[in-house]
């Protein structure tokens, strides 16, 4: 298996070149902010990512195979979960009053040392993704495109934890002390020893990742050459990762950064209730409904931070309804608004990940409405805004709680 394994990264790494020869770039910027506690003088994006692909024959008689490599960066502050227990992985809900006091949790009186200390850091981090897909056969629904993928890919991801900036600054004007190190520029308590329930914050806390991932999709469903289009029909997708510690997860001191299995399920349907044309073929009014179905449980006994499922119980079943309402195309094609309206059903069960001895089980719902208004303009900007109604929330006792964001993202195409 191992072997198999790496004769499959080995043919990804040597696959790059091919696409030296020609290529199509794809950047956007997910967005700009005010920057993160005075980094970048207030004007530093968020984030940025870009791609590069390249289609050629690689079995004669069948479609193009594509290869692309997909980079991503992004820097903003994160906040210390206080839910789980740093030395056993245990959750806080799972605990009695009386064992949450003796327990071990970032925020309680004990990892504060009496004194007050930050929960936020300083949370740079990059990946790189590489694939390569292969279609087979015709879509029905479709001409153009293929009826199965088989999609073989590598992502390694790298992530540094580190204090606030504002702690560099001459005048940072806080009362808070260092969350990772004393003033002194030590180490603090306890980050001087493993942390079971946060693997990413052991050591340097300079973290390296790498996962492979299989993905199979049989594809029914109606392509369009723009999103104002109505979507219609039926896909499936089944994805394996896994993200063992030989794959070099663990060459860093800090230890096994990654031991976990992923396997994935994911079906979807979408019917077109209606759609009206101008006169020069553009969108005028259109309507679909979609229906969707995922089946995801995560194994391993070292889950890293970004492939953590939902409260970290492992099993996920959840199931969307959505309405899709696009307005007229106006100006240009790719100027249009659309209104998506959303209902969630999620069910998470099994064991807990990241607890040492996997002892906690249980089984949550959740359910959520959501409504996501959105207008684009030529192709290169995006402006969004969402509404939601959480009112089943779980494990957790809380209120129900309505919850609203905004976006203005630019996409850049060469």
Known sequence: MRRFL??????????????????????????????VKGFGLGLFPVGTKFGFEKFFTMIDGENDAELQVEFEF????????????????????????????????????????????????FNPRAWIDIYLDQ??????????????????????????S???????????????????????????DPFTENLPAYPWLNGSRNVLTNYIYLVLSLNMDRDTPTDAEPE????????????????????????????????????????????????????????????????RYTFGSV?????????????VLQDRIWIHFTGPQFMAGDCYTNIELNLYNTLMFGSVANEIDSRT???????SFSARFQLRLFGFIRLEYQIGYDFIRGIWPEKPSWWQNSALTFYVSI
């Open 162 to 188: 580190i204090e606030e900036v504002s702690f560099s600054l001459p005048d940072h004007g806080g009362l808070l002390s260092p969350v990772f190190v004393t003033p002194g520029g030590e180490p603090r």
């Open 232 to 295: 219609e029909g039926i896909s499936v997708d089944l994805r394996f990762e896994a993200g063992p510690s030989w794959l070099l997860n663990n060459i860093t001191p800090m230890g096994v950064q990654s031991d976990y299995y992923m396997a994935e399920i994911y079906a979807e349907e979408k019917m077109e209730l209606f759609a009206m044309y101008q006169e020069n073929g553009w969108n005028w009014l259109n309507m679909y409904v979609g229906h969707s179905n995922t089946l």
């Open 6 to 35: 790496s004769s499959v990264i080995m043919l990804l790494m040597i696959a790059i070149p091919l696409s030296a020869e020609s290529y199509t770039l794809e950047a956007f910027i997910s967005g700009v902010s005010n920057g």
């Open 74 to 121: 992004t820097i903003n502050n994160r906040t210390l979960s206080s839910d789980y227990d740093y030395l056993t992985g245990r959750p806080r809900w799972a605990l009695t009053h009386e064992e949450s006091a003796e327990g071990h949790f970032f925020g309680d009186s004990r990892w504060n040392d009496g004194g007050e200390r930050s929960l936020s850091y």
């Open 303 to 315: 889950v890293p931070e970004d492939k953590l499922p939902g409260d970290r119980l492992r099993g």
């Open 361 to 367: 089980r249980a089984v949550e719902l959740q359910s």
């Open 135 to 160: 279609g087979f056969w015709t879509n029905p629904l479709y001409e153009d495109g293929t009826l199965f993928n088989v999609k073989i890919g590598l992502n390694s991801r790298f992530a540094m």
